[in-house]
């Protein structure tokens, strides 16, 4: 499976953005997308997961500003709508597709940069 992520920028502390990523191959159907981040210096984290039947998942620290969405449909696309963005979430977010969410590995995409500034 190949994801192809978008949406990335640079935005003023308390703007919002929205992420798309488009998965394309051999898609299950099961499966479950989501979205990780890393920012500089800090280790990768979850952000946001989503199954194929719709249900979200969301790390504590996550909920309130992020919201994860997808289109079953022949697009088979994931987007991350992210308000109320803070200088610390800044980083380069990327998308990842798993058939199984609780084993690691699976298909990640290339990333896009978010930088939030002041």
């Known amino acids: 499976v190949q994801l192809q992520a978008s949406g990335g920028g640079s935005v003023q502390a308390g703007g919002s953005l929205r992420l798309s990523c488009a998965a394309s191959g051999r898609i299950s159907s099961t499966n479950t997308l989501g979205w990780y981040r890393q920012a500089p210096g800090k280790q990768r984290e979850l952000v946001a997961s989503?199954?194929?039947?719709?249900?979200?998942?969301y790390p504590d620290s996550m909920k309130g500003r992020f919201a994860i969405s997808r289109d079953n449909t022949a697009k088979n696309t994931v987007y991350l709508q992210m308000n109320n963005l803070q200088l610390d979430d800044t980083g380069v977010y990327y998308c990842?597709?798993?058939?199984?969410?609780?084993?690691?590995?699976?298909?990640w995409g290339q990333g896009t940069l978010v930088t939030v500034s002041s």
């Open positions: 990842v597709y798993r058939i199984v969410w609780a084993l690691p590995g699976g298909s």
């Open positions: 989503i199954n194929s039947d719709g249900s979200a998942n």
